[in-house]
């Protein structure tokens, strides 16, 4: 169903082509919203000079071969040449009408493509923090708005699953045995087993013990050596559990399926600096094999090398990133590959990018994104720590969250059941949270704030998650009263007898253009900001007009099927956001 913006911007484009020319038809008629009318086509402004006349005549030649009189009132002309449009109620009824009819609301099927979305990205046997947050949601309410867009998405969870720590790690599982109470905090506290195994390592400082039989488990381990590969089996498999269970918690779509960590690409990491050597982009400097490319430069402008096989022999980032790479074009076939991590990874992805596309592994057709992530700060504006400086614990965090909306549904909600108080809690809480983060733009610091998180009011997860049960309250007194509930009024005609219908309607129109803005931009905010501009029109329109009371059947049928249809957005919206609208609030 085509949105209104969609509608007049074709409008627009054949009065171009009608009035100036043929070549004119596909000019962009820069229409915007407008605080004189529903938009305005600025145009004119552009063309003027191109044209060789005033804005003014470009507007008024524009408008004299505008066609739409069937949607619109008599357009206008405005300031130096502002073409300004407002939509008739009738066309707003009808085409609200036509959207509650379309199974996608509005979301447009775009031409797929293969869309790598490579985010979360933890290391095994290590404690998730709250960097780790950002990265979690930005890309699961990305992977989820591609995917409902007609992409063919493929997550990518790059986890650290390789190198020297690893011999201590294996080393002291095996000490403490695969089953035992302190093997179980790699699901439990991972820090805490891995702060055991590093204190062994650390203790041993003539390096005659535990630490000889860690460096040699590395050598083993790299070696390929059968038993140490299943005790480091066994390390991913106790890490995957506690991924797992963060991920259930948050409630994001990563699945065992979707880990591709640096030992995947383990064989491939010799053939890559071979290949790059012999192509002479690479060379040795210091020992060390380098790419030094044009452009990226440090101090005293020296070349800022990319180190792919370092001195030791021993490889890093830049190598699994290379081999990364090729393989998402290669063997994925993609199209576009986003990267969420954080802001100070840009530089180290410039280069590998760059040497990806000079090695031809990086087509010029395909599209590389960072989807930069900014940090969480605490009350004092610096980047959130425990008290001890240490990241804040993830799970620790989620769980005060819930425990917040817990003691506030208490409250609010004495009567409700405990068993389905906590299930709410455990929705209203990670709500809370997941907003806060996605509500900002990714590459911006915000500071967290739980008490303002939880709250039900203000631009808040639990204010969009309460507008939807309000919602679902409406429609049940409607079946209860036999007016008519969801199911029964879904298809009712739409009339606007109120500038707040009308209102709630355009905002309605504007999801599928949002949701396609936000697949375009990789900027889940504007969906926040929009369900929460789109909360804050039903609930006008709701003090405005009458619902199970309205006068008349026809209009309390309207109201009600704008309530549905309201819903149906919220929910929608919501669910690519990775969050969960409960029943009862």
Known sequence: MASPAHVLTERLQRALGAAFGPEYAAVDPVLRPSQFADFQANAAL???????????????????????????????????????????????AAATTALAADPRVGVPLEEPQVVPVDYSAPN????????????????????????????????????????????????HLLEVGEESDEAALLVSDPNAFYQAARAKFDADTDGTDFAARARARVVALQAGDPETLRHWERLIALSTAYFNSIYD?????????????????????????AELEAAGIAEVSEGALCVFLDGFTGREGKPVPLIIRKSDG?????????????????????????????????????????????????PDDVEVVHVQIGNVLGSDGKILKTRSGAPVRLRALLEEAVERATA??????????????????RQVGIAAVKYADLSVSHD??????????????????????????????????????????LSSVASAP????????????????????????VGATLEPHRLCTYLFELAQAFTTFYDRCPVLKAEGDDVRASRLALCALTLRVLEQGLDLLGITAPERM
């Open 46 to 92: 552009a063309l003027a000079k191109r044209l060789g006349t005033s804005p003014r005549e470009v507007a008024a030649r524009l408008v004299e071969h505008l066609d739409v009189a069937d949607a619109c009132d008599a357009p206008v002309v405005s300031g130096p040449g502002f073409v300004n449009l407002s939509l008739t109620p009738a066309w707003v």
């Open 124 to 171: 095994v046997a290590k404690e998730m923090h709250v960097g780790h947050l950002r990265t979690t949601v930005v890309g699961d309410a990305l992977a989820r708005t591609l995917e409902h867009l007609g992409h063919h998405v493929i997550r990518q969870n790059h986890i650290g699953d390789w190198g020297t720590p690893f011999g201590m790690l294996i080393e």
């Open 249 to 273: 918690l948050l409630g994001v779509t990563l699945t065992d399926a979707d880990l591709a960590g640096e030992s995947t690409y383990n064989d491939e990491l010799p053939g890559i600096c």
């Open 314 to 362: 021993g490889y890093g980032y830049g190598t699994t990133d290379l081999a990364t790479i090729r393989h998402r074009v290669r063997d994925l076939g993609a199209d576009r590959i986003l990267y969420v991590i954080g802001e100070p990874q840009s530089l180290h992805l410039r280069m590998v990018w760059a040497t990806a596309r000079k090695a031809g592994w990086l």
């Open 408 to 425: 506030l549904l208490v409250e609010s909600r004495p009567d409700v059941a405990e068993a389905d108080r906590a299930v709410v809690a």
């Open 444 to 485: 911006s610091e915000y500071a967290f704030d739980l008490d303002r998180m939880v709250s039900a009011s203000g631009n808040t997860g639990p204010y969009l998650q309460y507008a939807a049960t309000r919602i679902r309250s409406i429609l049940r007194r409607a079946d209860d009263a036999g007016t008519g509930g």
């Open 494 to 517: 739409m009339v606007v007898t109120d500038e707040a219908e009308r209102a709630l309607m355009l905002a309605l129109l504007a999801f599928g253009d949002t949701v396609a803005g």
